[in-house]
């Protein structure tokens, strides 16, 4: 990069609204300056002067020379930045008495580098909605058998605690009694409720469903999951080390071979040319105006506006230019399954029931039993199955063992295959057939029988399919990362032609896939919507959040796509690779106008007002190049 230290794209402005205030008061400034007539030229001149310094300072001054020392000194070698020469351009305009010319190059530079910094948005990623989901208080079991409530971050390894229905499991342990299922969505993104028992791992942050139990604390509140979440977010903030924009890769050489000509035009000239000094001095400082890159500097600011305008109005959020130059450049990207490639909640794939049964009262008899439930699973299968009767059953839901009922003198039951032994080879294989496709598989049974299985899936979504292949079309490596089990991983895989799936993944698992992943492939995409990718979302070149997703994803992404669609993310590449394609245009277009300018400084056929003319047409026609993308379908 060229500076640094050059700030984050989401570091907030050190100096807060100050520099922004002052330019403006330098444009006021200008613009009276401008009203004057040449009967006041003494205040004109001041005034223009005055409103270069104000407008000019930070950008110049703050940004310009003092970075341009610190980078020099962090890397033993000149570093300068085009804050710099603009700074010398203005004052060199000042000295050979145009000043209205040198006040122009700071104003169309300070405000180009303001718009920038308004279009990037640089602010810092909030953390506050993670920490939020951070529990801080438990139940603790006290030795004469009451509970006690403690903050977390006072439990020790080998308390035991008591978590009741609805809560959040506050810390991670294993289970003493009782049984319950979990949503886990907050650490492995998996939709589906775990069932847990005895003996079984729970971790903090994680949601209770109706059950309640008794735990034993594990590990202690900085070493469980969850806060490993938070301080892999945390360090990979700090870590952040985004490429570089255009502009800012090709600057310092450009700006050190416009400092070194002027000096050796000035120094040499008197003695090559036979001219004196002074015109020595004032040619070289022709020069310097027309070296000088305003429309360089320009000609990335019109594109990015115009391309996270146009994105915004199609559903995509651009949290800085530098992540679409990024997305551009991408070699490989990978996916989260549940929410991102498919729809987030399960639905009912397949069902058959036995020849013998009567199908439409067995259905009648399902959706009474699955009404009495809360599981999500339930909800899918009512959202399948219309009943002819509506049935009044008492229904028994059982952790472990399902929904159970009595209708006509039979008993019928709804629950995991584990939980039945009268199974025929034929269910058996088809259990067997569909589970491998990455259903879950539920039984249903009538007198210990299973007379039916019906199959549940969280379905890929709408446009995954056609987003794994446009990016394959292009080369770019793809890969699945999912915390479900390895083959409802890859069955998903194989349906959307996904290159690589890795499952059985923790956050901290997904955060170490990225370094990979990078090294491996290149500039690496992350796209995702639960906590549990938040660590990777920012470790990611470009990490890419679904908008339906969870606040804490949407905060440290870097792009963010609306309504879950990914077409819109096929739609944001497309666009930032023609954006690229402009941006490339107009800095050749801009180096040619300054080649230009150089050439015709130096024979003398220009001066200063034609060189800022000049240059004030270049920026234009760079800027009505970016705002094309506007229209950009």
């Known amino acids: 990069m060229a500076n640094s230290k050059k700030k984050q794209p989401h570091e907030e402005h050190p100096h807060g609204k100050a520099p922004i205030i002052l330019y403006f008061i330098g444009l006021a400034l200008a613009i009276i300056a401008l009203l004057l007539t040449d009967n006041y030229l003494f205040l004109q001149n001041s005034l223009f002067s005055i409103a270069t310094i104000t407008a000019g300072y930070h950008v110049i001054i ?128 998996e939709s589906m409720p775990k069932e847990k028992t005895t003996g079984d791992s729970v971790y903090a942050s994680t949601i209770n ?34 490429a570089a924009s255009i502009i800012q890769k090709f600057e310092p050489t450009y700006v050190t071979f416009v400092l070194v000509a002027t000096s050796l035009i000035i ?15 004032y040619k070289g400082l022709v020069l310097l105006v027309a070296a000088s890159p305003c429309a360089l500097a320009a000609s990335t600011v019109s594109v990015t506006l115009s391309t996270t305008s146009n994105l915004a109005k199609k559903g995509v959020l651009s949290k800085g230019s530098t992540y679409l130059s990024q997305l551009a450049d991408i070699d490989a990207i990978a996916f989260d399954k549940t929410g991102t490639l498919t729809r987030g909640k399960p639905e009912v794939t397949n069902y058959s029931f036995t020849d013998f049964v009567n199908e439409e009262t067995i259905i009648d008899v399902i959706v009474a039993l699955e009404k009495e439930s809360n599981h999500p699973l339930a909800n899918a299968i009512l959202e399948k199955f219309e009943p002819k009767n509506k049935l009044d059953i008492e229904v028994t839901n059982q952790i472990g063992k399902g929904l159970t009922g009595n209708y006509e003198g039979k008993k019928y039951q709804i629950g995991k295959p584990t939980s039945f032994e009268k199974v025929s080879e034929e269910d058996k294989q088809l259990n067997k057939e569909w589970a491998s496709e990455g ?48 083959m409802t991983g890859q069955a998903v895989g194989k349906e959307l032609g996904i290159d690589e799936v890795i499952a059985n993944v923790m956050p901290a698992d997904k955060s170490a896939i990225m370094d990979e992943q990078k090294q ?36 440290v992404s870097d792009l963010v796509l609306m309504q879950n669609n990914l077409s819109k993310l096929v739609n944001a590449h497309k666009i930032s690779l023609r954006m690229k394609r402009v941006i490339w245009q107009n800095i050749i277009f801009s180096m040619i106008v300054v080649a230009f300018l150089i050439v015709v400084s130096l024979l003398g056929l220009t001066d200063i007002a034609i060189s800022v003319l000049v240059h004030e047409g270049s920026t234009l026609i760079v800027i009505l190049n970016g705002l094309r993308l506007l229209r950009t379908n």
């Open 62 to 189: 703050i940004e310009g020379l003092s970075e341009t020392i610190e980078n020099t000194k962090n890397k033993k070698n000149f570093t300068p930045n085009s804050h710099i020469l603009m700074g010398l351009a203005a004052i060199g305009a000042s000295l050979i008495g145009s000043f209205w010319e040198g006040t122009l190059l700071i104003l169309i530079f300070s405000g180009a580098h303001f718009l920038e910094d308004y279009a990037e948005g640089r602010s810092k990623r909030e953390m506050t909605k993670l920490m939020e989901m951070n529990p801080t208080t438990a139940k603790l079991i006290m030795p004469d058998g009451k509970t006690e409530t403690v903050a977390v971050e006072d439990l020790k390894v080998g308390d035991q605690l008591q978590v009741l229905n609805g809560d959040q499991v506050p810390i991670d342990g294993t289970i003493l009694s009782g049984s319950t299922s979990i949503n886990e969505s907050a650490i492995n993104g």
């Open 209 to 242: 469903g109706t059950g309640t139990f008794s735990m034993e604390v594990t590990k202690e509140n900085k070493d469980t999951v969850f806060s490993k979440i938070l301080q892999l977010v945390n360090q990979n903030q700090d870590n952040q080390t985004k």
């Open 267 to 281: 120094l040499l000239a008197p003695f090559l040319f036979d001219w004196t000094w002074s015109e020595s001095i």
């Open 439 to 486: 259903n879950t598989v539920v039984y249903v049974a009538e007198d210990e029988k299973v007379i039916g299985l019906i199959a549940l899936m969280d379905v890929p979504s709408e446009h995954a399919k056609a987003t794994i292949a446009y990016f394959k079309k292009l080369g770019i490596h793809t890969t699945l990362i999912t915390g479900d089990s390895e």
């Open 520 to 555: 491996k492939y290149g500039v690496t995409a992350m796209v995702g919507d639960g906590v549990n990718d938040a660590p990777a979302l920012v470790k990611a070149d470009v990490g890419i959040a679904m908008g339906d997703g969870t606040d804490v994803a949407v905060d």
